[in-house]
C-alpha cells in the first residue's frame, strides 16, 4: 500500500450538529507527467525569465504589486496589505448545508477530487455513518471551505468505502453551451441508423478501466527522450504536415451495418453442439 502524501488540510465535516475530524488528501498527481523546458541551442542551458517593463527594463520584485486592468493599459494597483485585508480566514468546518442527486450537477462544474478521511479512530464511526447514509441515498453533500483566503464551494460524495470531496466552479467561471450548439439543426434521423448505433454501443458497453487507455504520445515521447539519452540517431519522418482535407461523403447506414458487422465485441454465435461420443462410436461400429 503506497504511503500517504501530506495532508492539504485538516479541519470538521459538519452535519447540523455533528462534527468530525478529518483530512484532506489531494486524489490527483501532476508529478508524473513529463516536463519540457525551454534550452538555449547554442549554449544548451535553460532559458530563465526575469522581471522586465518596457522601457525600463529588469526591476526588482519588491517593487512589483499587483493589479487588475479596467481599460487598456489601465490599472487599479493592489497593494498587498489591502488584499490581505479582505482574505478569508481559514475555516477549518466544511458544513454540508444541502444534499443533492448525483447526477444533479453538471459535470462541467467539478474542478479538483480530494480524499477525504477521518482523522483518527474517534472519528471514524461518525465518518462511516456519514459515508453509508450518503451511498444508500445516492446523494451528494454541498458545502463551502475557505483555503488560504480563498473560499471555494465543495461537494463531498461516497466513493468507495470512503469520501470524495470535488471542489467546484463558480457559476460565473462555466461558458453558456447556446453559442457552441445553437447552430446544431434539428433532423429528422433514420430509425435504422440510430438503432445500429445503439446497438454498436450496447456491444462496446463494459465498466470503465483507465488502465486500458494509455497516453501514446507520452509514451513516445520517453522512447525519444531515451534514445536521444544514448547518443542514437533518430529517425523522423519529413514529409510537410497536411493540410486537413474535407470530410468524405459516405453512407452512414452501410457504414453502421459494416461497424456492427465486424465489431468483435458483439454476442457470439452459440457453437454447434457435439454429438455425444456414444453416438460416434455406433456409428463406427456400423
Same mark, same amino acid.
Given at each position: =500500500?503506497?504511503?500517504?502524501?501530506?495532508? +492539504?488540510?485538516?479541519? +470538521?465535516?459538519?452535519?447540523?450538529?455533528?462534527?468530525?475530524?478529518?483530512?484532506?488528501?489531494?486524489?490527483?498527481?501532476?508529478?508524473?507527467?513529463?516536463?519540457?523546458?525551454?534550452?538555449?541551442?547554442?549554449?544548451?542551458?535553460?532559458?530563465? +525569465?526575469?522581471?522586465?517593463?518596457?522601457?525600463?527594463?529588469?526591476?526588482?520584485?519588491?517593487?512589483?504589486?499587483?493589479?487588475?486592468?479596467?481599460?487598456?493599459?489601465?490599472?487599479?494597483?493592489?497593494?498587498? $496589505?489591502?488584499?490581505?485585508?479582505?482574505?478569508?480566514?481559514?475555516?477549518?468546518?466544511?458544513?454540508?448545508?444541502?444534499?443533492?442527486?448525483?447526477?444533479?450537477?453538471?459535470?462541467?462544474?467539478?474542478?479538483?477530487?480530494?480524499? #477525504?478521511?477521518?482523522?483518527? $479512530?474517534?472519528?471514524?464511526?461518525?465518518?462511516?455513518?456519514?459515508?453509508?447514509?450518503?451511498?444508500?441515498?445516492?446523494? =451528494?453533500?454541498?458545502?463551502? =471551505?475557505?483555503?488560504?483566503?480563498?473560499?471555494?464551494?465543495?461537494?463531498?460524495?461516497?466513493?468507495?468505502?470512503?469520501?470524495? #470531496?470535488?471542489?467546484?466552479?463558480?457559476? $460565473?467561471?462555466?461558458?453558456?453551451?447556446?453559442?457552441?450548439?445553437?447552430?446544431?439543426?434539428?433532423?429528422?434521423?433514420?430509425?435504422? =441508423?440510430?438503432?445500429?448505433?445503439?446497438?454498436?454501443?450496447?456491444?462496446?458497453?463494459?465498466?470503465?478501466?483507465?488502465?486500458?487507455?494509455? $497516453?501514446?504520445?507520452?509514451?513516445?515521447?520517453?522512447?525519444?527522450?531515451?534514445?536521444?539519452?544514448?547518443?542514437?540517431?533518430?529517425?523522423?519522418?519529413?514529409?510537410?504536415?497536411?493540410?486537413?482535407?474535407?470530410?468524405?461523403?459516405?453512407?452512414?447506414?452501410?457504414?453502421?451495418?459494416?461497424?456492427?458487422?465486424?465489431?468483435?465485441?458483439?454476442?457470439?454465435?452459440?457453437?454447434?453442439?457435439?454429438?455425444?461420443?456414444?453416438?460416434?462410436?455406433?456409428?463406427?461400429?456400423?
Amino acid at each position: =500500500m503506497p504511503a500517504r502524501t501530506r495532508a +492539504y488540510w485538516k479541519g +470538521y465535516l459538519r452535519l447540523s450538529l455533528v462534527s468530525i475530524a478529518v483530512e484532506l488528501y489531494a486524489a490527483t498527481a501532476s508529478a508524473n507527467a513529463l516536463a519540457l523546458h525551454q534550452i538555449h541551442k547554442p549554449s544548451g542551458k535553460r532559458v530563465r +525569465y526575469e522581471k522586465v517593463v518596457p522601457g525600463l527594463g529588469p526591476i526588482d520584485t519588491s517593487d512589483i504589486v499587483k493589479g487588475f486592468e479596467v481599460e487598456d493599459d489601465t490599472y487599479v494597483i493592489l497593494e498587498p $496589505d489591502e488584499l490581505d485585508a479582505i482574505k478569508l480566514e481559514s475555516k477549518h468546518t466544511i458544513d454540508l448545508v444541502q444534499f443533492v442527486d448525483h447526477c444533479e450537477v453538471d459535470p462541467r462544474y467539478f474542478e479538483k477530487p480530494y480524499y #477525504l478521511v477521518p482523522e483518527g $479512530d474517534v472519528s471514524t464511526e461518525g465518518y462511516l455513518v456519514i459515508q453509508s447514509a450518503l451511498k444508500s441515498a445516492k446523494k =451528494m453533500g454541498i458545502g463551502q =471551505m475557505a483555503v488560504r483566503g480563498r473560499e471555494s464551494l465543495v461537494a463531498v460524495r461516497p466513493c468507495g468505502p470512503g469520501l470524495l #470531496l470535488e471542489t467546484l466552479r463558480n457559476a $460565473d467561471e462555466v461558458r453558456a453551451a447556446d453559442a457552441y450548439f445553437d447552430d446544431i439543426p434539428d433532423a429528422k434521423l433514420d430509425k435504422d =441508423m440510430v438503432a445500429l448505433a445503439s446497438e454498436l454501443i450496447e456491444r462496446k458497453s463494459k465498466p470503465f478501466d483507465p488502465t486500458k487507455f494509455k $497516453d501514446h504520445y507520452e509514451t513516445a515521447l520517453r522512447d525519444l527522450i531515451e534514445e536521444k539519452r544514448r547518443g542514437r540517431a533518430i529517425v523522423t519522418d519529413a514529409d510537410e504536415p497536411r493540410p486537413r482535407a474535407p470530410g468524405k461523403v459516405i453512407d452512414l447506414i452501410e457504414a453502421l451495418k459494416k461497424s456492427v458487422a465486424n465489431d468483435k465485441g458483439g454476442p457470439k454465435r452459440p457453437a454447434a453442439r457435439r454429438r455425444p461420443k456414444t453416438v460416434e462410436r455406433r456409428k463406427r461400429r456400423a
